[in-house]
């Protein structure tokens, strides 16, 4: 959705939106629109993790060819930083 801000006559500034061509927000501080853009942003971030998380749990893969398996991680991380690394990391995330 595309979004402008515009100072309004008495100093403030709306949001418009050109999805809608129309004021979605109108007589806003900065801080103001600061705000509804951070709760926006949270609530795509946290759509987009329950996509991903979903999509895994079914066994689906989210990044399609680019979606790697936890071994996988394993042994690209053995291949660039070597398998001291790699090993560091399995103990670190499987507690061993």
Known sequence: MGQQIIKQPDGK????????NDVTYYDMTKEEIIEVWSQEAI????????DIIDKLNKGEKPYYQFTMTYSRMIDLI?????????????KEIENI
């Open 43 to 50: 609530s795509d971030i946290k759509k987009k993790v329950n």
């Open 13 to 20: 500034y709306c949001i418009f939106s050109t999805e809608f």
């Open 78 to 90: 053995s291949s660039i930083h070597g398998k001291a690394s790699a090993n560091e990391i399995r």
